[in-house]
């Protein structure tokens, strides 16, 4: 008889969506390269990030799940890649921003879009996302460090999250500003923005002959963006979530009765932001033909560049 351990199902099943994940995202940025669009650059941009996070939830989710060794190298995760991991998820919540607010000049404001969305623009909006996520996310360095048990074991010492030797910085930039900067200014922006889109393509779509094939292209990109947008916004309610249980009780995960249920959603809530990150390219496969065509082409000239016929074939055979 086979027994499965419940606590193994949710990491080896993100372990999958990981590892689909990064080469659905790698597909993606080398698809978007090849147009030089304000929207194809920042979705560009959103594939190297969620391939970054990706490939950094690896050793930050799996580590702690597969025994002493794992354990032991934990302690420099948590210290030196856990902080970085936030930093690519920040970077993920305002690339969806410009996302969006690209989005709403295309559809509501289609006469300002080639002065607004400019490649230039583009990158410099994309490097101020950079540099508040970097100054935004620094101090979580200072969140844990590595230390040693008296036997010499190697292991991570809680500095700065602790609800008890430092208060304000739990509920002032933990709980506080995440709440402000993570969840009411991107999600604002997805409400109102996306919802001034909805209706602008409802009144389009009546008068859908009038169209020309730009708008319907527009249309098109828009829809997609907005299933990623609901997806994003559906994995990463979760996580924000269990960070108001966890400032309303500071217990919560060192606590016997709630301690179990509360590293069980902490482990859900990983895997929900590794799904959001790892099936945008899926999206991108259902709504986009010219994403299909484009990605089925790279992948055609890499199976014929990677297939190697026998020397004495006697037709050149080209891809």
């Known amino acids: 008889m086979v027994v499965f351990d419940v ?31 304000s929207v194809n650059t920042l979705l560009a941009a959103l594939s190297l990030v969620d391939l970054t996070l990706l490939l950094f939830t690896i050793p930050v989710f799996f580590f702690s799940h ?26 993920s919540i305002y690339i969806m921003v410009l996302i969006t607010i690209e989005r709403w000049t295309a559809v509501c404001k289609p006469l300002q879009v080639r002065i607004w969305c400019t490649a230039r623009t583009t990158r410099n909006a994309l490097a101020g996302v950079i540099i508040f996520a970097f100054l935004y996310n620094i101090v979580r360095f200072l969140e844990y460090s590595v230390d ?4 010499g074991t190697r292991t991570y010492a809680i500095n700065l999250r602790n609800f008890t030797t430092h208060p304000h910085y739990m509920f002032g930039y933990y709980t506080g500003l995440y709440l402000l900067t993570h969840f009411l200014i991107p999600f604002g922006v997805f409400i109102i923005m996306n919802g001034h889109v909805c209706k602008s393509i409802i009144k389009l779509r009546r008068a859908r002959q009038m169209l020309t094939r730009q ?9 997609m963006l907005l299933v990623v947008t609901l997806i994003f916004a559906v994995c990463n309610t979760l996580p924000f979530l269990l960070n108001l249980a966890e400032c309303w009780d500071h217990t ?10 509360a590293y069980a959603v902490n482990d859900l809530s990983n895997s929900l932001v590794a799904l959001n990150s790892a099936t945008t390219f899926i999206v991108y496969f259902a709504f986009s033909e010219k994403y299909r065509h484009t990605a089925a082409r790279f992948l055609l000239r890499c199976c014929c560049c990677c297939y190697s016929f026998p020397k004495d074939v006697k037709y050149n055979q080209r891809c």
């Open 7 to 37: 606590a193994l199902i949710v990491p080896t099943v993100t372990f999958l969506i990981v590892v689909i994940g990064i080469a659905g995202n790698l597909l993606s940025f080398i698809v978007f390269l090849r147009h030089t669009s």
């Open 215 to 223: 708008q319907q292209r527009e249309q098109s990109t828009t829809m």
């Open 252 to 261: 919560l995960f060192n606590n016997d009765k709630t301690q179990y249920w």
């Open 148 to 151: 040693y048990t008296p036997d």
């Open 66 to 91: 597969i025994g002493a060794v794992g354990a032991t190298l934990y302690s420099h995760v948590l210290n030196y890649l856990y902080p970085v991991n936030l930093m690519m998820q920040t970077c």
